[in-house]
């Protein structure tokens, strides 16, 4: 079993940038486990927002955050990170960690190909 614990959202303003991280624990958990990022808006379904494979300059974004969010791991501390610039208002959601439960090259954009998940945290991005 994995665990993965998410951290660093809150509340900014428009322009502003936040940083995600989340740890994963579990003995299975190493990393060359494919990991990603996911949001859900209020009334809206759940979607992709970046995910990175291994080696770790395998990543992938969602059209709508690419060039502002960037997706690293720290494998040394099984901590997965999300860089979040230049902020919009409609990138106020619920942010959720997700990690594969083996080997992951390519960045895995698909939410059914996840196998463990966090807790969420939000963010809320004012105008």
């Known amino acids: 079993q994995v665990q993965l614990v998410e951290s660093g959202g809150g509340l900014v303003q428009a322009g502003g940038s936040l940083r995600l991280s989340c740890t994963a624990s579990g003995r299975t958990f190493t990393y060359t486990n494919g990991m990603g990022w996911f949001r859900q808006a209020p009334g809206k379904e759940r979607e992709f927002v970046a995910a990175i494979g291994w080696p770790d300059g395998n990543t992938g974004y969602a059209d709508s955050v690419k060039g502002r969010f960037t997706i690293s791991r720290d494998n040394a501390k099984n901590t997965v990170y999300l860089q979040m610039n230049s902020l919009k208002p409609e990138d106020t959601a619920v942010y959720y960690c997700?990690?594969?439960?083996?080997?992951?090259?390519?960045?895995?954009?698909?939410?059914?190909?996840?196998?463990?998940w966090g807790q969420g945290t939000q963010v809320t991005v004012s105008s």
């Open positions: 997700a990690a594969r439960a083996q080997l992951t090259l390519a960045p895995e954009a698909r939410q059914t190909h996840y196998d463990y």
